[in-house]
């Protein structure tokens, strides 16, 4: 049975978006951008939220088709366009998307027997409302976390409505020169 690892950008203090959203306090660069295609091109199958996937929807299909598309927009392009999409919402419709399941409640039902026919782990990317429902239903299996060397004070937290302790147990963390540094955590369910 594969696991659902959450993929996430996260301040020091804990948040995965600024205000409104915002993304702009991210730090990413060419050394991180190869650290993490290794590890993406070891999975197939992505999951997002809705908002999240439609946002990834409208980059990725032809990013690297672009004259000055990057080494990184380039290959990320060609793993989006191969890889099975797993999306949670109530509003989209699937046969609208390629390579795309769109999936409902009971997440715990359809994400379990999605998780038992794929043998490579699932990468949940982004998608915090995702992820705090995920966590609900004890469904999410890893955290891979980038933390940026930021305070952003408010925005929207990684861990919301937490009802039950989630221990965690380290398995790799790797420093950038930029200050960031990846955490790789399994969710220890016993």
């Known amino acids: ?3 659902l690892i959450s993929f996430m950008h996260v301040s020091l203090d804990g948040f995965v978006a600024g205000p409104n959203g915002a993304l702009d306090w991210i730090t ?4 991180i951008f190869d650290f993490v295609g290794t590890r993406i091109r070891e999975t197939d199958t992505a999951l997002y939220g809705r908002s999240t ?3 990834m929807e409208g980059y990725w299909p032809t990013a690297g088709n672009k004259p000055t598309a990057t080494k990184h927009e380039i290959e990320h392009a060609a793993w989006y366009n191969k890889a099975s999409k797993i999306v949670l919402s109530t509003t989209l419709n699937a046969s609208d998307f390629n390579n795309t399941t769109v999936i409902n409640d009971p997440l715990d ?3 379990n027997e999605i998780k038992a026919q794929t043998t490579k782990d699932i990468l949940l990317f982004g998608s915090p409302t995702a992820t705090h429902a995920l966590l609900q239903h004890n469904l999410i299996d890893g955290f891979w976390l980038f933390l940026n060397p930021v305070i952003l004070g408010e925005g929207i937290p990684l861990f919301s409505d937490i009802k039950q302790k989630i221990k965690l147990q380290l398995l ?3 420093p950038f020169a930029c200050g960031v540094i990846e955490l790789n955590y399994l969710v220890n369910k016993s």
């Open 53 to 55: 996937f439609q946002m």
């Open 109 to 111: 039902d359809q994400l």
């Open 28 to 31: 990413v660069n060419q050394e």
């Open 172 to 174: 790799t963390t790797q």
């Open 1 to 3: 049975m594969s696991k």
